[in-house]
Nanobody, 123 residues
Framework: QVQLVESGGGLVQAGGSLRLSCATS????????VAWFRQVPGQERIFVAVVAWDGEYTAYADSVKGRFSISRDSAKNMVFLQMNSLQPEDTAVYYCAARRGGVSWWEHEYDYWGQGTQVTVSS
């Protein structure tokens, strides 16, 4: 049974930092690309960042480039999202998602999802 469990969300002031974690189990970790998406109530879930199966390739949404950094630890089967210089517009529920094979920016191409973790940035 594949599971993805996010953690690390919370309340932070603008300009602050958070580090999200995505713990995976039940999948061959080094065969999967893993991405972060985020969703504001009433809006679509949107792409934030993705890391390839081998960690050699990463990509980011324009809105987070230079502020967020995605990484993976194959020994722990985990993926991280370091978020710096957070702004109120970063407030959302953040989800990690996994897909076998190459990276994708498209939500519908991901096979497995976590339950999400809330990030709230106050002004």
């Amino acid at each position: 049974q594949v599971q993805l469990v996010e953690s690390g969300g919370g309340l932070v002031q603008a300009g602050g930092s958070l580090r999200l974690s995505c713990a995976t189990s039940g999948l061959t970790f080094n065969s999967f690309a893993v991405a972060w998406f985020r969703q504001v109530p009433g809006q679509e879930r949107i792409f934030v960042a993705v890391v390839a199966w081998d960690g050699e390739y990463t990509a980011y949404a324009d809105s987070v480039k230079g502020r967020f950094s995605i990484s993976r630890d194959s020994a722990k089967n985990m993926v991280f999202l370091q978020m710096n210089s957070l702004q109120p517009e970063d407030t959302a529920v953040y989800y990690c998602a996994a897909r076998r094979g190459g990276v994708s920016w498209w939500e519908h191409e991901y096979d497995y999802w976590g339950q999400g973790t809330q990030v709230t940035v106050s002004s």
